[in-house]
């Protein structure tokens, strides 16, 4: 079974800002297909950002920011 995933979203003054997170899943992506590439590319768009990266002491987060 796969881990839970947390995600919000908000606007804060002039950008709107995504967090997805698996706060239980590896620290690592899982391998193959486009996944944080094709995201990065969709965000960057919009002269958005999206970083993603491992949680402590384990998980998964990606962030994307876009201006509004």
Known sequence: ????????????????????????AG????????GLLGMRERVALFHGTLTAGPLSPRGYRVRAMIPL
Request: with cysteine; net charge positive.
């Open 1 to 24: 079974m796969a881990a839970p995933m947390i995600s919000w979203a908000s606007a804060t003054g002039n950008r709107w800002n995504m967090t997805m997170c698996r706060p239980h």
């Open 27 to 34: 620290s690592t992506p899982a391998r193959g297909g486009h």
